[in-house]
Nanobody, 115 residues
């Protein structure tokens, strides 16, 4: 019923950029808060960025000034623009939508920052 599909991950050099996309079905991205989390090997999943139902963004301190979260309600898609990437950004990135009933997660997309 509710499905989130991430894409856009890949291998990029330090200082490079990637844009992640999350296409949502079953719920509207303009109605519910949405976010991006990431999980690196050996670490717990951590919040990267969040966008409220009114469009206000929040970011983890580690990505402020480098990442931008946005949404396109017509496409029912949320994006994460990642600039000035660092090796410590390497992780699987997950999209989530927060509804009154539950939080739903995508399958994740791998981001690797390496020379």
């Amino acid at each position: 019923q509710v499905q989130l599909v991430e894409s856009g991950g890949g291998l990029v050099q330090p200082g490079g950029s990637l844009r992640l996309s999350c296409v949502v079905s079953g719920r509207s991205v303009g109605v519910y808060p949405m976010g991006w989390y990431r999980q690196a090997p050996g670490k717990t999943r951590e919040l990267v960025a969040r966008i409220s139902s009114s469009g206000g963004p929040n970011y983890a301190d580690s990505v402020k000034g480098r990442f931008t979260i946005s949404r396109d309600s017509a496409k029912n898609t949320v994006y994460l623009q990642m600039n000035s990437l660092k090796p410590e950004d390497t992780a699987v990135y997950y999209c989530t939508i927060s509804t009154p009933a539950n939080n739903y997660w995508g399958q994740g997309t791998q981001v690797t920052v390496s020379s």
